[in-house]
C-alpha cells in the first residue's frame, strides 16, 4: 500500500515537473516572441524613417532640378526670342512696299483716294492682291489713324454675319475690342444696318455705319524682299 502510495507520488511530481516544465517554456518562448516582435517593430521604425528621409531627399531634388529647367526653359525662350527679334529687325531692313505703298514693319498699306462701298472697298483690295485691312495692336492702329487723315476710311471689320460680334474680313477672327480705337459711345448700330467700320471724318477714331456708304478704304498686304 505503501509503495502504491509511493509510485503515485513519484508519477505526479514527473507530471508536475513537466506542467512546469512546459509552463516555464511556453513563458520563455511568450518572452522571446515579446521581444522579438520589439525588435522587428524597432526596424521597422528605423526603415521608415530612412525612407522617408529619402522622398524627402528625392522631393528636394525633383523641386530643384525642376527650378533649374524651369529657369533653363525661360532663359531658351528669352534667347529664342531675341535671336527672332534680330533676325526680324535684319530682314525688315530689306523688305520694301510697291510704289503708292507705305510699309510699316512687315505690311504694306494702301490707302484710296477714290470712295466705294465697303464690299466694293473690299473687292478693290483684293484685285491689288490684299485685304481690306485688319489692324491688330495699337502700334498699326495710330500708324494708320494718321494715314486716314481725318478722312472715312473703311477698314475689314464688320457684324454682318451676327449683330454685335464683329468679325475680320481679312481672315473671319473675331475683334476683341479695343475701347481706345472708338469713337465715343461707339460702335451703337444707330438706325438700322450699321454693319461696317470706318475711321470716322471726325479723327475720333473707328465708327459702324451703313455699308453701302462710300467711303476711302485701306488695304493690306505682306512686304516683300528686295531684289539684289
Known amino acids: 500500500m505503501e509503495c502504491s502510495r509511493m509510485a503515485v507520488a513519484s508519477r505526479f511530481r514527473v507530471h508536475a515537473t513537466i506542467l512546469l516544465l512546459a509552463m516555464a517554456g511556453r513563458c520563455s518562448s511568450q518572452q522571446m516572441d515579446h521581444i522579438q516582435l520589439t525588435l522587428i517593430a ?48 535684319m530682314a525688315t531692313d530689306h523688305l520694301v512696299c510697291e510704289g503708292g505703298w507705305r510699309r510699316l514693319r512687315t505690311f504694306c498699306y494702301f490707302i484710296s483716294k477714290d470712295t466705294s462701298t465697303w464690299q466694293d472697298s473690299r473687292q478693290k483690295c483684293i484685285a491689288l492682291n490684299s485685304d481690306l485691312v485688319k489692324i491688330t495692336h495699337d502700334e498699326e492702329y495710330d500708324f494708320l489713324y494718321r494715314l486716314a487723315k481725318g478722312h472715312a476710311t473703311y477698314i475689314g471689320l464688320s457684324d454682318q454675319q451676327q449683330e454685335g460680334t464683329y468679325r475680320w474680313v481679312a481672315d473671319g477672327t473675331i475683334h476683341q475690342s479695343v475701347e481706345s480705337w472708338w469713337q465715343k459711345g461707339e460702335p451703337n448700330s444707330a438706325g438700322s444696318g450699321e454693319d461696317c467700320i470706318h475711321f470716322s471724318s471726325r479723327g475720333q477714331g473707328l465708327n459702324d455705319i451703313s455699308c453701302d456708304r462710300e467711303f476711302r478704304y485701306i488695304c493690306k498686304k505682306l512686304a516683300h524682299l528686295a531684289l539684289a
Open 42 to 89: 524597432n526596424s521597422m521604425d528605423n526603415i521608415s524613417r530612412v525612407l522617408q528621409a529619402q522622398t524627402v531627399a528625392s522631393e528636394r531634388v525633383m523641386e530643384k532640378f525642376t527650378s533649374m529647367a524651369t529657369a533653363q526653359a525661360v532663359a531658351s525662350e528669352k534667347v529664342a526670342a531675341g535671336i527672332m527679334k534680330i533676325f526680324t529687325l
